[in-house]
């Protein structure tokens, strides 16, 4: 079994200096900590995997393809592969967990 606490993940996320941790890589799934502070943007581009957002805090709207919603703490968000994708308008610093499917390349 592999465990993590999210403090415990935070904190190594924050100093390694990213926004982003990957914490888990499977064979068919991978894992991470994306951080993204309140006012900052998103430098986002396409990934070639599918991805599900869970946010674990803060507030922002996401946009993917041409649809767009805000998204808060327990929101949940699939994006398909190679759809282009951001967060913005982050009002609250924003974590969120993020896994890909096949593991991110």
């Known amino acids: 079994m592999k465990a993590f606490r999210l403090e415990e993940l935070e904190a190594e996320r924050a100093a390694n200096d990213g926004a982003y941790l990957q914490f888990l890589r499977e064979r ?3 894992a991470g900590l994306y951080a ?4 900052s943007s998103d430098p986002q581009a396409p990934h070639q995997q599918d991805e599900v957002y869970l946010v674990v805090s803060g507030r922002a709207s996401i946009t993917v393809g041409v649809e767009t919603t805000q998204v808060a703490r327990g929101s949940v968000v699939y994006v398909p592969a190679g759809v282009p994708h951001k967060f913005h308008h982050i009002t609250e610093d924003l974590r969120v967990m993020v896994i890909f499917s096949p593991p991110e390349s």
């Open 28 to 30: 068919n799934m991978s």
């Open 36 to 39: 993204l502070d309140a006012g």
